[in-house]
């Protein structure tokens, strides 16, 4: 929040994130610290009629549009709002989609605002509190603040059961004109069921009877309302890492269909990529989630460039604390850092330029 605020003297802001994760709440937060705050949400017809006549109140120190993305043109009104506006009115702006999926060649809210992406609850922000709560929690109960914080296991479930209704029904059907909500839902339970795994654009196309093309769009909007994310393969220098296909984690692990091991490897690649967007974000460093694949078929879970060099190639083990033969590969031969974290670890240990830890340890000192 200081962060955010400290952006809303030099520009307007963006937050941004998966429906449901808490964006509209730290909005209202930060209207608190103002004397005068309007809230407008398009959702709302009554405040949708405010916007798109432009009659909220004049003497606002901070307007929040909510969901603004979803007006025809908003990028347009609000280069207009933002190049008119008083100097003293600041200009904080939500929503449930990418602003990637709507750039267009000539951006023209280009070095207008600073943009902070706001994602599911993980280990550090935990440990930050004071509280203690275990990795298994997050398993069960995914990061958003709803079933993160319900009292009981059934509340969690309701909660998801309505979200993923509501996501496949209102979300994806309206951001992408798409009426064959058969094909989404297959497509949908398909990912939740391979998690961590290469895509195969080709093999879901079959199953679903669509064309791969399709199935690609389909999971861009997946991607583009925060649903899903990709990890794609790291190739600069790396010899044969040529496979190209990206790996597909859910924001939420909850959503997850499997055993332990998966819903780890997707809690971590959250953790990583929430970590990575928090460096981008507040920071302005130039880093990126990836992981390593050879033609052989060596693989390793996770690396970490910054600048478009890999700073750590990660493993991921459930239990098995012995070295990692493909990650022990990549680190010898291009004289990489590595980091084998383990769930159930007896004892951590170095070996060379791999440092072998604890998952949950390793997780609650990231930034962010």
């Known amino acids: 929040m200081d962060q955010i605020i400290k952006d809303l003297d030099k520009k307007m802001v963006f937050i941004v994130g998966p ?35 432009k009659t909220w109140h004049r003497n606002s120190d901070l307007v929040i549009f909510d969901e ?83 009292i009981s296991n059934i509340d969690a479930k309701r909660w998801r059961s309505q979200y993923i209704d509501d996501l496949i029904r209102t979300d994806i059907l309206d951001f992408g004109h798409i009426h064959n909500l058969r094909a989404i839902q297959i497509i949908f339970e398909l990912l939740r069921r391979n998690t961590g795994s290469p895509v195969s654009y080709a093999s879901i196309a079959r199953d679903v009877q669509l064309s791969p093309t399709t199935i690609m769009k389909y999971i861009d909007i997946l991607e583009a309302l925060y649903i899903v994310f990709k990890v794609t393969p790291y190739s600069r220098n790396i010899a044969r890492s040529i496979l190209k296909e990206p790996k597909i984690y859910f924001y939420d692990t909850g959503l997850v269909i ?27 460093e130039s880093n990126s989630l990836h992981y390593l694949r050879t033609k052989e078929g060596k693989e390793v879970d996770f690396c970490l460039t910054r600048d478009g060099n890999i700073e750590t190639v990660i493993e991921i083990k459930l239990s098995d604390s012995n070295l990692s033969a493909n990650l022990n590969y990549f680190c010898g031969k291009y004289s990489l850092n590595g980091l084998q974290l383990v769930k159930n670890i007896d004892r951590e240990r170095s070996i060379h330029t791999i440092d072998i830890l604890s998952a949950e340890s390793y997780l609650q000192g990231l930034f962010l």
């Open 19 to 53: 429906r449901q994760v808490g964006k509209t709440w730290i909005a209202k937060e930060i209207g608190k610290k103002y004397a005068r705050v309007s809230y407008l949400n398009y959702d709302s017809f009554e405040d949708r009629e405010i916007i798109q006549t």
């Open 258 to 284: 499997g055993d332990e091991g998966k819903k780890l490897e997707n809690h971590v690649a959250v953790s990583l990529l929430k970590n990575v967007f928090a460096r981008i974000d507040c920071l302005g």
């Open 68 to 150: 603004l993305h979803k007006m025809a043109e908003w990028k347009n009104y609000l280069k207009g709002i933002y190049d008119t506006k008083k100097e003293a009115v600041q200009i904080l702006v939500t929503g449930s989609a990418r602003l990637d999926t709507f750039r267009k060649a000539g951006d023209s809210l280009a070095g207008r605002f600073f943009r902070h992406r706001l994602l599911p609850f993980s280990l550090s922000e935990v440990k930050q509190t004071g509280n203690e709560i275990s990795i298994e929690h997050f398993f069960e109960r995914g990061g958003f603040p709803e079933p993160f914080l319900s």
